[in-house]
């Protein structure tokens, strides 16, 4: 689903005159072509808001929080609150999430209609983990290095759960600019601050989160929020199925991510290197009632789940027995298979990954994965086992 509107909307919305102390900033987050969340925020010396909204689902949900922050950089207070587009709060929702950070200890109180319920932690100069496609409070973060101290893992809290982590650590960059992985949040993103720790790039294609956005110019969240439609339900849930005689079945339930004008094999979407979990969401699961032998390898009748592994010097299917798990999941203990796929390219784009169980003969077929420009393939046998 794409948001042309969000484009335009972004345009009109600039702010033409604000303070160059306040340094006003956006951020607009992208799968390929579709915007997924947009963040404006504005930072003083001695305090950070800002308001996030996201499409997620049947739902748009919009952040706004504030920080205040000590003479040394560092929060000593916080509130987050989140609501629908138009204001209202979802059901069972609280109204406001605060924090209250001091030298040896973070407090937070979720504070619903009729009660606030309070929690504190000892931790020391704690911070506060925002929700994902909130990354404009990482400026404290990278502001903090020149302190000395270790910024890779600093005691934080959430708006729920116990105390974890978060922290930055260097992946590269020069003397111009820097670039960072972020640890401890639900992603690790890489982020790209300037020399004067003014965050520029949020980028997520190293990570299941795969959005990505750049520094702009402050904008009016509140009137660009009206225009933001649900995405909907993003990379559907399938089923191919194979049939191999008398109940011989073979099936493979899998997620259908878009391509959204990204690379597909060896880019984006499938790095080099990486496991892939074939599709999106849960693990990609396969189910067979025969004995398939792809290669020299048999695969029992049984559940399985599958992953790729794509190299340059080739690409091969994983067959795991672990079962039941989120597809980012993998273990290579439990890997039953590895075997050579066979890659193609298709007669036409294919924007939803696609794949088929075929048929070819009683005993014999493939599982074919088409994504983009190309198809990958492994031909199995499948056959009774004998008592």
Not at 8 to 25: C, D, E, H, K, V
Not at 98 to 123: K, L, P
Request: charged share 15%; net charge positive.
């Amino acid at each position: 689903m794409r948001l042309p509107v969000v484009t335009i909307a972004i345009g009109a919305a600039y702010l033409t005159a604000t303070p160059l102390s306040a340094q006003p900033a956006s951020f607009v987050y992208r799968l390929g072509n579709d915007t997924v969340a947009i963040e404006q925020f504005t930072r003083t010396a001695t305090r950070v808001t800002g308001e996030m909204v996201q499409r997620s689902g049947a739902a748009v949900a919009r952040y706004q929080y504030t920080l205040t922050l000590a003479k040394n950089g560092r929060p000593t207070t916080a509130s987050i609150k989140r609501t629908n587009v138009d204001g209202s709060l979802p059901p069972n929702a609280p109204s406001d999430t605060r924090f209250t950070v001091t030298a040896d200890s973070i407090v937070r109180e979720t504070v619903f209609t009729d009660s606030t319920q309070r929690r504190a932690f000892a931790a020391r100069q704690a911070l506060i983990n925002f929700p994902t496609f909130i990354y404009g409070p990482t400026e404290l973060l990278a502001g903090m290095r020149k302190s000395g101290g270790p910024i890779d893992s600093i005691p934080s809290l959430g708006l729920a759960g116990n105390l974890g982590f978060t922290g930055i650590v260097p992946v590269g960059g020069d003397g111009n600019a820097s670039l960072v992985r972020l640890r401890g949040g639900a992603y690790a993103m890489i982020l790209r601050f300037d020399a004067n720790n003014t965050l520029q790039l949020v980028d997520g294609s190293f990570t299941t989160n795969k959005s990505i956005a750049t520094r702009g110019p402050g904008l009016d969240l509140a009137a660009i929020a009206k225009s933001v439609k649900p995405t909907g339900t993003l990379s559907l849930r399938e089923t191919a199925r194979g049939a191999f005689g008398q109940g011989g079945m073979v099936l493979v339930d899998y997620g259908r991510p878009s391509v959204r004008d990204r690379t597909v094999w060896g880019g984006a979407l499938v790095p080099f290197d990486t496991i892939w979990r074939v599709g999106a969401n849960d693990a990609t699961h396969l189910f067979t009632s025969r004995t398939l032998t792809m290669g020299d390898v048999a695969v029992p009748p049984g559940a399985y789940t599958l992953f790729v592994q794509h190299t340059r010097n080739g690409t091969f299917l994983i067959v795991n027995k672990q079962v039941g798990q989120w597809g980012t999941i993998y273990s290579a203990s439990n890997d039953l298979a590895r075997v050579p796929m066979q890659m193609t390219a298709t007669p036409s784009h294919v924007e939803e990954f696609t794949i088929v169980v075929r048929s070819t003969l009683p005993t014999r077929g493939a599982i074919e994965m088409s994504w983009g420009p190309s198809m990958v393939s492994v031909p199995f046998t499948a056959t009774v086992v004998r008592p």
